[in-house]
C-alpha cells in the first residue's frame, strides 16, 4: 500500500514484527518460533522486486543437501537436492518409479506455472475471474476434482514413495484424501525449488520485509493490540486501543479473520456467523518445543520427519476422529547444523514439532510434557544418542498459546485446511462483505496457508484496495 503512495500504519499486538514468524531469544539460543522450511524461492524474490530489491539485499540463502531426512520404522532415508539423485533413491525402492517421478513432476510443474501464476493471486470475489482460457483449457489438468492420495496411488506403490509425495499435504491441510491433486504443486516446489535456509533464521524474512516497509515510510506502532473497529455511516473509521484512537480511510486485517469478525467487529457488520465458522475444516495445530541442548548432536541433519509410526492413524486422529494423537509422527528442525549463531558454540538448538486437530480441550503442561518426553525418546533411539540428560532450555507452545498471542481461531498453527469447497471463492472473502473499506489478508483467506501464500495474499488483498479506492 505504501509503494502505491498510501500513508500506512500497522498496529501490531506484540513487542516488533512477525506475528506467528516471531523469534525467541533465551540463554545464548535463538529460535525460529514458526515457519521453519523455505520453499518457493520465487515468490520471496517476487516480493522483494516489486520494491526494487532482490532477496540477496536482505539476507543470504543456502540450498539444502539433502534437503531432508525421513526416519523410518527401518532407518532412515535421505532425500538428495539433486533431481537425478532423487531419481535414482525412487528406482532403488520401486522399479520404473524414476520413470514415474519424471511424469509426476512433469504434470506438477504445469499445476505449479498455473496455480502459482494465475490461481493463487485471483482475490476470490468472483466465478468470473476464473473465466480465463488457460484455466478453463487446463482444468483438467489441473486435476482439481483428483485428490492427491488417488493421483499419487496410480503412480507409486511403494508405501514409503506414497508417504514421501503426500506428506507436505498432511502437515498443511488436510488427508491427501481430502485434498485436491492440484496441490501436486507443493511437490514441485519441494523436488525441483529446493529446501532453502535464510542464514541467521527465517525471522531474516521478517527483518527484510520490515526494513523495506520502513523505507517506504510505513510507520509501526507496536505492544498496540486492536480493541475494537468503529463503523460510522456504514464505513469502518478506526481502530480503538489501549493507547487511543487511529481513524482510517481503508482497514486492511492482518490479524486472525476470525477474530477480527467475532470480537473487534459490532455484530451487525460481521459477514459470517458462528454457524459458518464451526463448519469449516481446519488445518492443524501444533506441539511445538524450543529446545537447548548441551552438547552436538552427530549425524543430525537439519529437518528430520519422523515418519516411524502410522501415517493414516495419526492423519484421522488430526482429521476424522480429532482426537490427541497416540503415537504421532513429528518433525525436527535443527537448523544449528546449518548456521551456529543459533546457539552457543559446541550446542543444539532443535525445534520440535507434533501437528494436532485444531481445537482440542485438555491442552495441560502435562500433556505437553508426556508428549515430549515420548518423541525425544523415539528420537533418540533413531539417533543413536542419548538428548533428555542434556537439555538445558525447554519452553513448549500450543493451543492455548496459539489462542493467547495470535488470537488463533481453535488454536490452529496454519488456517484452513486445503479442500476442494474450501479454495479461492469459497474461502472467507479478502473484502468484507458489510464494510466495503474492510479487507483482510493472511492464512484464513486467500490464497491459503504458509508463508509464501500469506506473502500473496498482502500483494492480492492491496491491489483489492487499489482496485476500490484507487492510489494516492
Not at 460481521?270 to 464451526?278: G, I, K, P
Request: with cysteine.
Amino acid at each position: 500500500m505504501a509503494k502505491y503512495g498510501w500513508d500506512v500504519t500497522v498496529l501490531e499486538k506484540h513487542a516488533g514484527p512477525g506475528g506467528r514468524a516471531r523469534q525467541l531469544h533465551a540463554d545464548g539460543f535463538t529460535f525460529d518460533m514458526g515457519p521453519s522450511w523455505y520453499w518457493m524461492p520465487d515468490v520471496f524474490e517476487r516480493y522483494f522486486a516489486q520494491f526494487g530489491h532482490q532477496v540477496s539485499d536482505y539476507y543470504t540463502l543456502d540450498r539444502l543437501d539433502p534437503s531432508y531426512r525421513v526416519y523410518w520404522q527401518d532407518g532412515p532415508m535421505d532425500i538428495p537436492a539433486d533431481y537425478e539423485a532423487q531419481k535414482a533413491m525412487f528406482e532403488s525402492i520401486e522399479p520404473g518409479a524414476s520413470h514415474q517421478l519424471d511424469r509426476f513432476i512433469q504434470e506438477a510443474a504445469y499445476k505449479y506455472e498455473v496455480g502459482i501464476n494465475k490461481l493463487v493471486f485471483k482475490p476470490g470475489q468472483s466465478l468470473t475471474e476464473f473465466f480465463d482460457a488457460d484455466l478453463i483449457s487446463g482444468v483438467f489438468r489441473l486435476d482439481v476434482f483428483n485428490s492427491i492420495k488417488t493421483h499419487v496411488g496410480k503412480l507409486f506403490k511403494d508405501p514409503k514413495l506414497r508417504q514421501l509425495l503426500e506428506f507436505p499435504v498432511l502437515f498443511l491441510g488436510a488427508l491427501p484424501e481430502k485434498t485436491p491433486a492440484l496441490y501436486s504443486l507443493m511437490n514441485y516446489a519441494d523436488i525441483k525449488g529446493g529446501t532453502w535456509y535464510p542464514r541467521g533464521g527465517m525471522y531474516q524474512i521478517v527483518h527484510g520485509m520490515y526494513q523495506n516497509a520502513l523505507e517506504l515510510g510505513v510507520k509501526f506502532h507496536f505492544n498496540q493490540e486492536v480493541q475494537s473497529i468503529q463503523v460510522k455511516s456504514g464505513k469502518a473509521s478506526a481502530v480503538q486501543t489501549a493507547d487511543g484512537l487511529f481513524e482510517a480511510d481503508v482497514l486492511i486485517s492482518g490479524a486472525d479473520y476470525h477474530h477480527t469478525e467475532t470480537q473487534l467487529l459490532p455484530e451487525a457488520y460481521r459477514s459470517y456467523s458462528n454457524s459458518y465458522w464451526e463448519s469449516r475444516v481446519m488445518a492443524p495445530s501444533s506441539l511445538i518445543y524450543y529446545v537447548g541442548v548441551k552438547k552436538r548432536l552427530h549425524n543430525m541433519l537439519h529437518h528430520s520427519l519422523f515418519f516411524d509410526t502410522s501415517f493414516d492413524v495419526h492423519g484421522k486422529e488430526i482429521y476424522v476422529s480429532k482426537s490427541w494423537p497416540v503415537d504421532p509422527l513429528f518433525y525436527v528442525s535443527a537448523p544449528s547444523v546449518t548456521d551456529t549463531s543459533v546457539a552457543p558454540d559446541g550446542y543444539e538448538n532443535l525445534f520440535f514439532l507434533v501437528p494436532v486437530s485444531a481445537g482440542l480441550e485438555g491442552d495441560t503442561n502435562e500433556l505437553r510434557d508426556r508428549y515430549f518426553a515420548q518423541i525425544l525418546k523415539r528420537m533418540e533411539v533413531h539417533i543413536g544418542q542419548s538428548v533428555s540428560s542434556d537439555v538445558i532450555f525447554y519452553k513448549s507452545f500450543a493451543r492455548q498459546d496459539f489462542v493467547n498471542e495470535y488470537h488463533s481461531f481453535k488454536g490452529n498453527a496454519y488456517g484452513l485446511a486445503n479442500t476442494l469447497l474450501q479454495t479461492a471463492v469459497l474461502k472467507p472473502a479478502c473484502r468484507s462483505k458489510k464494510l466495503g473499506n474492510l479487507f483482510y489478508t493472511g492464512q484464513l483467506t486467500v490464497p491459503g496457508p504458509g508463508v509464501p501464500p500469506s506473502l500473496i495474499s498482502g500483494e492480492v488483498v492491496a491491489g483489492q484496495v487499489i482496485k476500490h479506492f484507487g492510489r494516492q
